[in-house]
């Protein structure tokens, strides 16, 4: 697999998870409240997240290459460690799994008992919350984009891989007509979390001066061998976890 289309996998996919979750917050509040003022919120939240990516990623092309490919490589694998580990604590039991459907529900409860205003005017809870929930699911994913910037190539690649993901979850939730809680996503984020701390050992490495066998092919191994630790990481806190929830008389 060439690294151009392992950028867009992982982008794709971890667009797809934040959008799935941006989406449950949207179709609560647009169906409770309307949707006027919610799509008017999610609209202004996606201008704020072309503009960041618009803006930060070809500034970080001024950097000299070496440079540059530190900075994106520690980006991307303070994000990716971060979606491993959550994924990891969930897999194992410490961290309860994202419920979609629950969360749903959540928000149609908020949204029916926030006050009301009149039809003429905006509806200020539903701009809100809408432009807050596409913005903080969004703001992960851009700053994930800007972070494949070390070329003019792989930011596009990861622009367009993101607007493709978010155009496939929004076609899906107006099909089913409701939140996608269908879909794997602690699966998803374990492997997003590889795949983006696989590109930040890499760039990072690369950027301080080293010289991986294989070129890009090197990504794929690096990858191999992270999901290879939390696997086994995984299977070690489960384990932990099912000794600590048995009663101390039954050890006995």
């Known amino acids: 697999m060439s690294t ?13 998870v934040e959008a799935v979750e941006a989406l449950t917050i949207v179709l609560a509040v647009g169906i409770v409240r309307g949707w006027r003022s919610t799509l008017i919120g999610v609209a202004a939240a996606s201008l704020v997240l072309l503009a960041v990516v618009a803006v930060l990623g070809p500034a970080l092309r001024v950097i000299p290459i070496s440079a540059l490919r530190v900075v994106v490589g ?8 971060q979606w491993l ?12 799994l994202h419920d979609e459907q629950a969360a749903f529900a959540q928000e149609r409860e908020l949204a029916s008992s926030a006050p009301t205003t009149s039809s003429s005017q905006m509806d200020w809870y539903a701009f ?3 432009f807050k929930g596409v913005l903080l699911e969004g703001l992960e994913v851009a700053f994930i984009v800007v972070g494949f910037s070390t070329s ?3 930011l596009a690649l990861a622009a367009a891989a993101a607007a ?3 155009l496939v979850v929004i076609a899906v939730g107006i099909a089913v007509r409701g939140p996608l809680a269908r879909v794997p996503e602690n699966t998803l ?11 930040g050992v890499f760039w990072a490495a690369e950027g301080a001066g080293a010289e991986w066998p294989g070129s890009d092919a090197a990504v794929v191994a690096i990858a191999v061998v992270l999901a290879a630790v939390a696997l086994v990481l995984t299977r070690s806190l489960r384990r932990r976890r099912r000794q600590q929830l048995v009663p101390a008389g039954a050890q006995a």
């Open 152 to 154: 003019s190539r792989t």
């Open 4 to 16: 151009d289309l392992l950028v867009v996998v992982t982008v794709f996919v971890a667009c797809a």
């Open 85 to 96: 580990r959550k994924a990891v604590l969930r897999a194992a039991g410490y961290k309860a």
């Open 189 to 199: 984020k374990f492997a997003v979390g590889v795949l983006l701390s696989s590109f």
């Open 74 to 81: 520690v980006l991307l694998l303070t994000f990716g460690l």
């Open 164 to 166: 493709a993901a978010a």
């Open 128 to 130: 809100t919350v809408s």
